[in-house]
């Protein structure tokens, strides 16, 4: 994905957000797919929220239901 978007300053990481972010300077965007609720995610990245700027959630069809 990353060279189709042929954009020099994109660096993809694998792993869990929390600890990357804890040892990374900084990040424009952080998504994370299957990896549990929406609010369980957002606890999880608390600690490290002042390490980027946006989070995108990759959900499946009980998002709604997670939302309420």
């Known amino acids: ?12 990481r694998w792993g869990r957000a929390e600890q990357i972010l804890a040892d990374e300077p900084r990040f424009d965007l952080v998504v994370a797919r299957a990896v549990g609720s929406v609010a369980s995610v957002l606890e999880l990245l608390r600690p490290v929220r002042h390490r980027f700027g946006l989070v995108a959630l990759a959900k499946g069809p009980r998002l709604e239901a997670e939302l309420e």
């Open 1 to 12: 994905v990353l060279a189709e978007l042929a954009r020099g300053n994109l660096a993809a």
